[in-house]
């Protein structure tokens, strides 16, 4: 049993040998040893998963490695500039804090860049909306819809 | 240097690691060989194994090792043990029934260890686990609290008879009785403290390695406490050499309590290491957390206040009892005892007060300490007393609060703790103007306009952080110290790495300690570095929980700066030809005063570890020193809350309109991170009374609230934003005059919350929580009544 799949991921084309059961976060963070992706939950709650395919926020706990195939595939390791300047979404997240312990932060960040581009001039209740598919446990969320609403208008102003 | 750190709004150093992707919690480490394991769990609340089958499991492909109770047993492979002794009122100890980390004989909740699978991969450790065959005697089970104790109820353990843990109690039972014949006033409230589940976004996990080469065990671990961890498992479970352990806590998403305990999957990873020679990875499913971390609340009380006819606080009488669920958990027995009913005098002179607790055992997982853990529940007895006192009495609900301040300090209370210093009506006035309470009135009857029903609750609270001294906790049960180590390590450059025995998770320890270290040497904070969470590094410590990292922690690291600071003025009075005496420091200038001759800290620093011009006939060379701190007293942060709640009649959905938070925490040493700490405490406090309640289903034991979909904790649009801020009455007795400020969310909320909704629907009490449907049938009744 087994199967190839290749996809892009953060801008580099790879191929990896998985069990057709394989989840993509399993091979995000197993075979590619990329561990900011993280699992909180296992039933798509949490959000902690968050990654982009082909530039859209999903899952990675809820669907198979093989439904990435060809895909183009963006983790929080890749967000940042290649020098380490962090995404506006990153800073903003950083000045407002918007993290506490750290875990669920990945794919609030990978959410709320997703949102931000759909939304470039949220307020404060369509953050909270967008939010329905992340949990954070530390936080309250305050600093979180702060970080995000700041971080929208710095991506919108192109920073 | 330029301005002080200690108070600033100084963004954290451990962000761009968490928000690049780099932190490294305790699954993202991977071991040269690991194996994984997966534990096969009881799906009933109450059986008799007959036998357990391992053949046909053992044949599945990648299995290394299955073990069961039995061979724990047969390896003398202890149980877990409760870290605190309560005894009872007939002075006998606690009923404390074996723990085995996997079961013997018998399971009690549903989770409960039965046996573990240990496999090449996780996918093969899973399919054998599938393969195990338990055959088991189903028995009659009771997870309800108020009945657990009851007679004819199944018994959990023959050694607790009535599934009774102990009955305890505080206070003068005859004077309290006495002063409540005498009252103008009773009010009385039968009170259900919901039981929580914690769920820290990260699971529970433990990989657990040894080496041949030096009979060493390697345990890396999701926990608060890693050296409490290290010593429960090496004094009283696996009877290891302490020196032979080494227990890493990396990044851990998030404790609330629920990793403070020693748990059986720690042990067993631990053990079966040596076993199969092979480090063995457990990471918890989301399923798993919900029945195996331990459980928080869970109390059943009646509360009654006693006042004159002027709402004169005259005395207290409360009788709970507390889950302590199938087993005792490491800290359960101090929980509803010495963390509860100490805290009953809240902000006010109540004279007297009497608390009889029972702690009772029941067909569920262990409950211990969850946020706040003891006060939360004081809290809630306290102030949902008060609030429903003012409105029986028809007195405005803050004014019965003024008539009944703790006005002068050191004050003691009827109930053993003595606050030493605070401002109650600071903080009340605070709370009633930034909530614009003023204002209520208009809002309210806005509300009504558009036919919702608006509430305004207040919840003053007091809570007591930093467990202390050693030797009072000791009298009272404590089976551990309750200090804080810390050490100062300065670099012959003259950057500092410190090594603290707290634990953060979340906290942002690697900040406001760096603050505290930089502020006091006068040296720049990208200069210092935080330690924490491995026992092969930091010296000792007792780990973070009780909101005591700051005030105990930060304390140990305050004094070894002070003996830092202390061996650097006799080496700069060597290198200056001074006197020690004439020697000062400041801001990381070492100065002969009233002279222009001076050395920076980092010279001297190089001069400690350089030493060719060193005073070597009264100093040893190096600049590095430790400190243990064992505090005089708790601390005592307080606050009012103020809450503000539209409700709509029609679907009873409640909507959490404004929400203040005005707190006491004696010194601040990042505000933009108190804050933080108190929006998450708040949002606990919100979900425990508006989202949150484990249900088991009484029949079968079963846990119906198992996943995210069942039990509800707020999402973002749940909560409002807060409004918070701060008054200061610093610590008398730390040197940072600090009080600690990670629980009093959590704590005050829950109260606040209630009295809003019950003044909103006009009803005496709703229980938590106070879900759409909880708060429609709250109405229909009162139509009906």
Request: with cysteine; net charge negative; charged share 20%.
């Given at each position: 049993?087994?199967?190839?799949?290749?996809?892009?991921?953060?801008?580099?084309?790879?191929?990896?040998?998985?069990?057709?059961?394989?989840?993509?976060?399993?091979?995000?963070?197993?075979?590619?040893?990329?561990?900011?992706?993280?699992?909180?939950?296992?039933?798509?709650?949490?959000?902690?998963?968050?990654?982009?395919?082909?530039?859209?926020?999903?899952?990675?706990?809820?669907?198979?490695?093989?439904?990435?195939?060809?895909?183009?595939?963006?983790?929080?390791?890749?967000?940042?500039?290649?020098?380490?300047?962090?995404?506006?979404?990153?800073?903003?997240?950083?000045?407002?804090?918007?993290?506490?312990?750290?875990?669920?932060?990945?794919?609030?960040?990978?959410?709320?860049?997703?949102?931000?581009?759909?939304?470039?001039?949220?307020?404060?209740?369509?953050?909270?909306?967008?939010?329905?598919?992340?949990?954070?446990?530390?936080?309250?969320?305050?600093?979180?819809?702060?970080?995000?609403?700041?971080?929208?208008?710095?991506?919108?102003?192109?920073? | 240097?330029?301005?002080?750190?200690?108070?600033?709004?100084?963004?954290?150093?451990?962000?761009?690691?968490?928000?690049?992707?780099?932190?490294?919690?305790?699954?993202?480490?991977?071991?040269?060989?690991?194996?994984?394991?997966?534990?096969?769990?009881?799906?009933?609340?109450?059986?008799?194994?007959?036998?357990?089958?391992?053949?046909?499991?053992?044949?599945?492909?990648?299995?290394?090792?299955?073990?069961?109770?039995?061979?724990?047993?047969?390896?003398?492979?202890?149980?877990?043990?409760?870290?605190?002794?309560?005894?009872?009122?007939?002075?006998?100890?606690?009923?404390?029934?074996?723990?085995?980390?996997?079961?013997?004989?018998?399971?009690?909740?549903?989770?409960?260890?039965?046996?573990?699978?240990?496999?090449?991969?996780?996918?093969?450790?899973?399919?054998?686990?599938?393969?195990?065959?338990?055959?088991?005697?189903?028995?009659?089970?009771?997870?309800?609290?108020?009945?657990?104790?009851?007679?004819?109820?199944?018994?959990?353990?023959?050694?607790?008879?009535?599934?009774?843990?102990?009955?305890?109690?505080?206070?003068?039972?005859?004077?309290?009785?006495?002063?409540?014949?005498?009252?103008?006033?009773?009010?009385?409230?039968?009170?259900?403290?919901?039981?929580?589940?914690?769920?820290?976004?990260?699971?529970?996990?433990?990989?657990?390695?040894?080496?041949?080469?030096?009979?060493?065990?390697?345990?890396?671990?999701?926990?608060?406490?890693?050296?409490?961890?290290?010593?429960?498992?090496?004094?009283?479970?696996?009877?290891?050499?302490?020196?032979?352990?080494?227990?890493?806590?990396?990044?851990?998403?998030?404790?609330?309590?629920?990793?403070?305990?020693?748990?059986?999957?720690?042990?067993?990873?631990?053990?079966?290491?040596?076993?199969?020679?092979?480090?063995?990875?457990?990471?918890?499913?989301?399923?798993?957390?919900?029945?195996?971390?331990?459980?928080?609340?869970?109390?059943?009380?009646?509360?009654?206040?006693?006042?004159?006819?002027?709402?004169?606080?005259?005395?207290?009488?409360?009788?709970?009892?507390?889950?302590?669920?199938?087993?005792?958990?490491?800290?359960?027995?101090?929980?509803?005892?010495?963390?509860?009913?100490?805290?009953?005098?809240?902000?006010?002179?109540?004279?007297?007060?009497?608390?009889?607790?029972?702690?009772?055992?029941?067909?569920?997982?262990?409950?211990?300490?969850?946020?706040?853990?003891?006060?939360?529940?004081?809290?809630?007895?306290?102030?949902?007393?008060?609030?429903?006192?003012?409105?029986?009495?028809?007195?405005?609900?803050?004014?019965?609060?003024?008539?009944?301040?703790?006005?002068?300090?050191?004050?003691?209370?009827?109930?053993?703790?003595?606050?030493?210093?605070?401002?109650?009506?600071?903080?009340?006035?605070?709370?009633?103007?930034?909530?614009?309470?003023?204002?209520?009135?208009?809002?309210?009857?806005?509300?009504?306009?558009?036919?919702?029903?608006?509430?305004?609750?207040?919840?003053?609270?007091?809570?007591?952080?930093?467990?202390?001294?050693?030797?009072?906790?000791?009298?009272?049960?404590?089976?551990?110290?309750?200090?804080?180590?810390?050490?100062?390590?300065v670099h012959p450059t003259g950057s500092v790495?410190?090594?603290?025995?707290?634990?953060?998770?979340?906290?942002?320890?690697?900040?406001?300690?760096?603050?505290?270290?930089?502020?006091?040497l006068?040296i720049?904070?990208?200069s210092?570095?935080?330690?924490?969470?491995?026992?092969?590094?930091?010296?000792?410590?007792?780990?973070?929980?009780?909101?005591?990292?700051?005030?105990?922690?930060?304390?140990?690291?305050?004094?070894?700066?002070?003996?830092?600071?202390?061996?650097?003025?006799?080496?700069?009075?060597?290198?200056?030809?001074?006197?020690?005496?004439?020697?000062?420091?400041?801001?990381g200038?070492?100065?002969?005063?009233?002279?222009?001759?001076?050395?920076m800290f980092g010279e001297v620093a190089f001069?400690?570890?350089?030493?060719?011009?060193?005073?070597?006939?009264?100093?040893?060379?190096?600049l590095?020193?430790?400190?243990?701190?064992?505090?005089?007293?708790?601390?005592?942060?307080?606050?009012?809350?103020?809450?503000?709640?539209?409700?709509?009649?029609?679907?009873?959905?409640?909507?959490?309109?404004?929400?203040?938070?005005?707190?006491?925490?004696?010194?601040?040493?990042?505000?933009?991170?108190?804050?933080?700490?108190?929006?998450?405490?708040?949002?606990?406090?919100?979900?425990?009374?508006?989202?949150?309640?484990?249900?088991?289903?009484?029949?079968?034991?079963?846990?119906?609230?198992?996943?995210?979909?069942?039990?509800?904790?707020?999402?973002?649009?749940?909560?409002?934003?807060?409004?918070?801020?701060?008054?200061?009455?610093?610590?008398?007795?730390?040197?940072?005059?600090?009080?600690?400020?990670?629980?009093?969310?959590?704590?005050?909320?829950?109260?606040?919350?209630?009295?809003?909704?019950?003044?909103?629907?006009?009803?005496?009490?709703?229980?938590?929580?106070?879900?759409?449907?909880?708060?429609?049938?709250?109405?229909?009744?009162?139509?009906?009544?």
């Amino acid at each position: 049993m087994g199967v190839k799949v290749s996809m892009t991921v953060n801008g580099k084309k790879l191929s990896s040998d998985v069990e057709e059961r394989t989840l993509l976060v399993t091979l995000i963070r197993e075979h590619l040893r990329l561990t900011g992706t993280h699992v909180g939950c296992d039933t798509a709650q949490c959000g902690a998963c968050t990654v982009h395919m082909n530039g859209n926020a999903v899952k990675s706990c809820s669907m198979l490695a093989m439904q990435a195939e060809g895909a183009d595939i963006l983790t929080i390791e890749g967000v940042a500039a290649p020098d380490g300047t962090l995404h506006p979404m990153q800073a903003a997240f950083k000045e407002n804090h918007g993290l506490q312990c750290g875990f669920c932060t990945p794919g609030m960040v990978m959410n709320a860049i997703d949102f931000a581009k759909r939304h470039p001039v949220a307020g404060e209740q369509e953050v909270r909306e967008g939010l329905e598919g992340n949990l954070c446990r530390c936080t309250g969320y305050h600093n979180i819809v702060k970080s995000i609403v700041a971080g929208s208008k710095a991506m919108a102003a192109g920073k | 240097m330029g301005a002080p750190l200690i108070g600033a709004r100084i963004e954290r150093k451990e962000d761009y690691r968490f928000l690049t992707g780099a932190g490294q919690y305790t699954d993202d480490v991977v071991l040269p060989g690991q194996t994984h394991a997966v534990f096969v769990r009881s799906p009933h609340a109450h059986a008799k194994i007959r036998s357990i089958r391992k053949d046909e499991a053992l044949k599945k492909p990648g299995v290394l090792a299955l073990f069961t109770g039995e061979d724990l047993a047969a390896a003398k492979v202890g149980g877990l043990p409760c870290g605190w002794l309560i005894t009872d009122v007939n002075g006998q100890p606690m009923k404390e029934p074996a723990h085995p980390c996997l079961a013997q004989g018998k399971v009690r909740y549903v989770g409960d260890h039965v046996a573990v699978v240990i496999a090449e991969t996780l996918e093969e450790a899973h399919e054998a686990a599938e393969a195990v065959h338990v055959d088991y005697e189903v028995l009659p089970s009771v997870v309800d609290t108020a009945s657990a104790s009851s007679k004819g109820a199944p018994q959990l353990h023959e050694n607790a008879p009535d599934n009774t843990c102990y009955v305890w109690a505080i206070g003068d039972k005859s004077v309290v009785d006495k002063a409540f014949a005498g009252a103008a006033h009773v009010t009385r409230l039968d009170l259900v403290n919901n039981r929580l589940i914690p769920n820290a976004v990260e699971p529970r996990a433990a990989t657990g390695a040894y080496s041949r080469a030096d009979q060493s065990y390697t345990l890396y671990v999701s926990n608060q406490n890693p050296h409490v961890e290290r010593l429960l498992m090496t004094a009283f479970v696996l009877s290891l050499p302490e020196h032979k352990v080494r227990v890493v806590a990396p990044d851990v998403g998030g404790g609330f309590g629920s990793k403070i305990y020693i748990y059986a999957e720690d042990v067993v990873v631990t053990w079966a290491a040596k076993q199969i020679n092979r480090p063995v990875k457990w990471t918890a499913e989301r399923s798993e957390s919900f029945v195996s971390d331990a459980h928080g609340r869970d109390h059943v009380t009646v509360a009654e206040m006693a006042m004159d006819k002027d709402g004169k606080f005259l005395a207290m009488r409360v009788h709970t009892t507390a889950n302590v669920g199938a087993y005792l958990s490491t800290f359960a027995s101090c929980v509803p005892t010495i963390l509860y009913a100490t805290l009953l005098a809240g902000q006010y002179t109540t004279p007297v007060i009497y608390c009889e607790v029972k702690a009772v055992f029941s067909n569920t997982t262990p409950v211990d300490a969850y946020r706040g853990a003891g006060r939360p529940e004081a809290t809630y007895v306290v102030e949902r007393l008060v609030e429903t006192a003012a409105r029986e009495m028809k007195l405005d609900p803050a004014e019965i609060r003024r008539r009944n301040f703790i006005r002068s300090f050191p004050y003691q209370t009827p109930v053993a703790l003595c606050y030493d210093t605070g401002d109650y009506e600071a903080t009340l006035d605070g709370a009633l103007k930034l909530a614009d309470v003023a204002g209520y009135a208009a809002r309210k009857k806005a509300s009504e306009a558009k036919g919702r029903l608006r509430g305004l609750g207040y919840a003053a609270y007091i809570e007591a952080c930093g467990i202390a001294p050693s030797a009072v906790a000791g009298s009272l049960g404590a089976r551990a110290g309750l200090f804080e180590a810390g050490e100062v390590r300065v670099h012959p450059t003259g950057s500092v790495t410190v090594f603290t025995g707290s634990h953060s998770h979340g906290q942002g320890h690697e900040t406001t300690f760096a603050q505290v270290v930089a502020d006091r040497l006068g040296i720049g904070i990208e200069s210092v570095d935080i330690v924490h969470g491995d026992t092969s590094k930091v010296l000792f410590g007792m780990g973070t929980y009780g909101s005591r990292s700051i005030a105990v922690g930060g304390t140990a690291i305050v004094k070894a700066l002070d003996k830092i600071i202390a061996k650097g003025k006799k080496i700069a009075a060597h290198l200056l030809e001074a006197s020690e005496s004439d020697i000062e420091y400041d801001r990381g200038v070492f100065k002969v005063s009233g002279t222009d001759k001076q050395k920076m800290f980092g010279e001297v620093a190089f001069a400690a570890y350089v030493p060719h011009n060193y005073p070597h006939d009264k100093l040893e060379p190096g600049l590095n020193e430790n400190a243990f701190y064992d505090p005089a007293n708790f601390t005592f942060p307080a606050g009012t809350y103020v809450c503000e709640v539209e409700i709509d009649p029609d679907t009873g959905k409640v909507s959490v309109e404004r929400f203040t938070a005005v707190d006491d925490f004696g010194k601040i040493i990042n505000p933009m991170i108190v804050d933080g700490q108190v929006h998450g405490g708040l949002t606990q406090g919100i979900g425990q009374a508006l989202t949150e309640g484990c249900i088991y289903d009484k029949d079968s034991g079963q846990l119906l609230t198992g996943s995210f979909m069942d039990y509800s904790i707020p999402r973002a649009d749940d909560v409002p934003s807060f409004k918070v801020d701060t008054r200061e009455t610093p610590c008398t007795h730390n040197p940072l005059g600090v009080k600690g400020c990670g629980e009093a969310g959590a704590i005050g909320a829950p109260a606040a919350m209630m009295n809003a909704i019950t003044d909103a629907l006009g009803v005496k009490d709703v229980p938590m929580p106070a879900t759409p449907q909880t708060v429609w049938r709250a109405l229909q009744n009162k139509k009906a009544a």
